[in-house]
């Protein structure tokens, strides 16, 4: 057996990668993509499925997820500011993406 943690961190970007490839992100991953918690070239291939791509089905799922963390934020009392900043640049996110 493999040291635990490396086997479980190449088993993540190995199942991220095979989602790619298949079809679309899975939702986790475009949340992971919008909160910038992936590698910057899985990253890179979310804003491309999302904004080159258009992928009509992820942007509704983004979308989905963004609200859902806003609600959840609010529920929790997190930080407005946090909740503004990240409405802010998922919207420059979308605008990038009509525009281009
Ligand atoms: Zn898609």
Do not use: K
Request: hydrophobic share 40%.
């Amino acid at each position: 057996m493999s040291d635990p943690s490396e086997g479980a961190l190449e088993f993540t970007v190995a199942g991220v990668w095979r989602e790619f490839r298949v079809s679309c992100p899975h939702p986790d991953v475009l949340r992971a993509a919008r909160l910038g918690g992936l590698p910057e070239d899985a990253a890179a291939f979310v804003r491309f499925h999302l904004e080159e791509s258009r992928c009509p089905y992820c942007s509704a799922v983004a979308q989905e997820l963004e609200i859902l963390d806003q609600e959840a934020e609010r529920s929790t009392g997190a930080d407005v500011n946090a909740a503004q900043e990240r409405v802010l640049r998922s919207t420059m996110t979308f605008l990038r993406r009509v525009e281009g």
